[in-house]
């Protein structure tokens, strides 16, 4: 099994301002997801990227990924207070086992 | 419906005490989880059931107890368990490798 390596580990920003995190994952995918969670709230599932996908949007978010470094971006634009959570790349793993890495922490300022 | 619903949200508990978390969907996916969190931690894999047969055991010490009654129930049976042992537990379902999360029982042990 394997989990995404998130960075950085924290992030903080001013609302209004773009939010970038990145993933880094160690053997071959052909798919990688994002999830958010809010503070002691469960995980909630943003976007799922293909490995045969380049860039995917969804509202606000747009998650690119690089198979060839291995790499992933989320990048959240005009970002709100209610943005502030930790969010979490998934590379899947066999089976139904997945890892989740440290995650990245984004604080937006109101 | 496509929640997943978990039950207590928080939960006190003694370290002599037998306790049960409870979790359910009805959203007909066959492969349910139990993660556990620490505070500013990631969630760390327990469980897996897979058509209601434990699939993945990540080495749990045995206070902690899985049961999968049907395809839609998992509960965690908790038994002499430890302060160390307070987290947030959070049950998961899947389906086309997305993870649906519940909103957690926060569970202390004193």
């Known amino acids: 099994s394997q989990q995404g390596e998130e960075d950085p580990q924290a992030l903080s920003i001013q609302e209004g301002e773009n939010a970038t995190m990145n993933c880094s994952y160690k053997t071959s995918i052909n798919n990688l997801q994002w999830y958010r969670q809010n503070s002691g709230r469960g995980l909630v599932h943003l976007i799922l990227?293909?490995?045969?996908?380049r860039e995917k949007h969804s509202g606000r978010l747009r998650v690119t990924l690089d198979t060839s470094k291995k790499s992933s971006s989320l990048l959240i634009t005009a970002s709100r207070a209610a943005d502030t959570a930790s969010y979490f790349c998934?590379?899947?793993?066999?089976?139904?086992?997945?890892?989740f890495g440290a995650g990245t922490r984004l604080f937006v300022k109101a | 419906d496509t929640e997943v619903t978990q039950t207590p949200k928080h939960l006190v508990m003694g370290m002599t005490n037998k306790k049960s978390l409870k979790c359910e969907q009805h959203m007909g996916h066959r492969a349910m989880y139990w993660y556990k969190q620490k505070a500013k931690k990631p969630p760390e894999l327990m469980f897996v059931y897979s058509y209601e047969k434990l699939s993945i055991n990540e080495s749990v010490p045995s206070r902690f107890s899985p049961e999968c009654p049907n395809s839609s129930l998992l509960n965690l049976h908790l038994h002499a368990l430890q302060p160390e042992d307070s987290a947030l537990y959070l049950c998961?379902?899947?389906?086309?490798?997305?993870?649906?999360f519940g909103s957690g029982t926060q569970l202390s042990v004193l």
């Open positions: 998961a379902s899947t389906e086309n490798e997305k993870l649906f």
């Open positions: 998934a590379p899947p793993s066999r089976g139904f086992k997945t890892i």
């Open positions: 990227i293909r490995s045969n996908e």
